[in-house]
């Protein structure tokens, strides 16, 4: 019969040493271990004293060190986007697993691959400020402390329509590159249409103050209108149509005057034939 087990154990890829003797069930604990690598094998032993070792030995990785804070290396800090399913991406601990946290609520997990990079694409974020970190938990359950959060903005809403001030609504002018003036959302840029046809854009300052001076227009009417676009791509509607007819063509030329005095009244009357476009 068997009269007991010993136990050897490898530190760190050593040599073999018998750390127990005389064990008689088929369990043995030990407590305190430093970090490193550790293999274990057991050996029998007859109560004729004969010995046997184990076929297979058994490999230990002690490790207590949680991994370092995981990096967001994109989006960068402070971002606004129109993207409400951003990518995260960055680095950790190799193989680690790791979970994203939008303040105190986690988003879900991913894993790190062999070179410690990691990407995760949120699930719908709603419009307004975001305060995303990341966490690392390595193969034996050491977690690391969050990265530095990454402030992100998510913006899907669109500027609201711009309104064209000048001219005014309905104007008739010989100025056949006009200039129109208006207000938007700061900071945002206008696209000015006649018809479906862009005319060109231009800047909004930070006051919402913008103008566009008009390429040479050909005498005829025009509906114009202006779109705002904000620095995250979100457009607005358009603004109300703004009426416009250039006219740039004299009318012809009244007829010869002619006339004569009245005797009687001592007045005197002239009179022409109308010019073609009486409107001046």
Do not use: C
């Not at 043995?28 to 032993?45: D, H, Q």
């Not at 990341?134 to 050491?142: I, Y």
């Not at 945002?188 to 018809?195: H, Y």
């Amino acid at each position: 019969g068997i009269s007991g087990y010993a136990v050897d154990r490898s530190d760190n890829g050593g040599a073999f040493v018998t750390i127990a003797w005389g064990i008689n069930g088929t369990s043995f604990s030990e407590i305190g271990l430093a970090e490193g690598n550790y293999v274990y094998r057991i050996m029998a032993k007859d109560f004729a004293g004969n010995t046997n070792l184990s076929s297979d030995s058994t490999a230990v990785v002690v490790d207590t060190t949680a991994p370092g804070a995981p990096t967001i290396t994109s989006p960068a800090d402070g971002t606004t986007t129109a993207d409400n399913t951003p990518t995260l991406v960055g680095t950790a601990e190799a193989n680690s697993s790791m979970e994203i946290f939008d303040g105190a609520g986690s988003l879900g997990t991913t894993s790190a691959d062999g070179l410690g990079d990691w990407s995760f694409t949120t699930g719908t974020l709603t419009d307004g400020a975001h305060a995303l970190t990341a966490t690392a938990t390595d193969g034996v359950g050491n977690a690391s402390s969050p990265s530095t959060a990454v402030n992100l903005t998510v913006d899907t809403a669109g500027p609201a329509a711009p309104v064209i001030s000048s001219p005014s609504n309905g104007t008739s002018t010989n100025n056949n590159a006009p200039t129109l003036v208006g207000t938007a959302e700061a900071n945002s840029t206008v696209e000015i249409f006649d018809g479906a046809v862009s005319q060109g854009t231009a800047p909004v300052d930070g006051v919402g103050d913008w103008s566009f001076g008009m390429s040479t227009l050909s005498d005829g009417a025009y509906a114009l209108t202006a779109r705002a676009t904000d620095g995250v791509g979100n457009v607005s509607t358009p603004s109300a149509v703004l009426n416009l007819t250039i006219d740039t063509a004299a009318p012809s030329a009244p007829g010869t005057p002619s006339g004569a005095p009245n005797p009687n009244s001592g007045s005197f009357t002239v009179s022409w034939t109308a010019s073609a476009s009486p409107d001046v």
